[in-house]
């Protein structure tokens, strides 16, 4: 069966300091995988996706990046955090089924 | 553009009634729509997934498409305390995307 992982499960950080989160899955090959922000008491948001190693599509412009530097790794980076950028981050990992399958986020608060 | 659109609640039912949570989408090209439920502070898990018109029934959990009104609904029968949740509406315009609704906040009394 297929697992995704992420980390770390939470997170506090000062403004201006760099982000790194990491997403891994287990169990299945060239997944569709997806990077999802959620504010408090609000929708997902939608980051980055990507079809395939190296393949990025961003959503929203922003001070964050992401990278897919192996099949099954997805990584969401960014060089200064704002304020802003607190919130729930959610990994997700998909196939042709258009489903999507959420890892258990990371919780940032930059203070 | 592509909305997903839920009425955010709170949705109050007493337990064992039956929960009718809705959710209406914009994009006439979408194919594919999803129900996850997300306790507070944990991630969303996808519960029900549908594609064709009519109902698609999985235990307590009945999902409702009907793609010329384009409306997607969720009935929880028998309504359980550990059902009280935020459930989101998700639709698939034919991309690898999914667009998300807020979500409704559902609250089951005991």
């Known amino acids: 069966s297929q697992t995704i992982h992420q980390w770390p499960a939470t997170l506090v950080q000062p403004v201006g300091s760099p982000l790194s989160l990491e997403c891994t899955v287990e169990?299945?090959?060239?997944?569709?995988l997806y990077w999802y922000r959620q504010a408090a008491g609000r929708g997902l948001q939608l980051l980055f996706y990507?079809?395939?190693?190296?393949?990025i599509s961003s959503e929203v412009p922003q001070n964050l990046s992401a990278s897919r530097p192996q099949d099954r790794q997805f990584i969401l980076s960014s060089k200064k955090l704002l304020l802003s950028d607190s919130g729930f981050y959610l990994c997700?990992?998909?196939?042709?089924?258009?489903?999507?399958?959420f890892g258990p986020g990371t919780r940032l608060t930059v203070t | 553009q592509k909305e997903v659109e839920q009425n955010s609640g709170p949705l109050s039912v007493p337990e064992g009634a039956i929960a009718s949570l809705n959710c209406t989408y914009s994009?006439?090209?979408?194919?594919?729509f999803f129900w996850y439920r997300q306790y507070s502070g944990k991630s969303p898990e996808l519960i029900m997934s549908?594609?064709?018109?009519g109902d698609k029934e999985d235990g307590r959990f009945t999902a409702q498409l009907n793609k010329a009104s384009q409306y997607v609904s969720l009935l929880i029968r028998d309504s359980q305390p550990s059902d009280s949740a935020t459930y989101l509406c998700?639709?698939?315009?034919?991309?690898?995307?999914?667009?998300f609704g807020t979500g409704t906040r559902l609250t089951v009394i005991p």
């Open positions: 169990g299945t090959s060239n997944p569709n």
């Open positions: 549908i594609y064709s018109n």
């Open positions: 997700a990992w998909g196939q042709t089924s258009y489903e999507q399958y």
């Open positions: 998700a639709a698939n315009p034919g991309a690898n995307n999914l667009f």
């Open positions: 990507s079809v395939g190693i190296g393949q």
């Open positions: 994009d006439r090209g979408s194919q594919s």
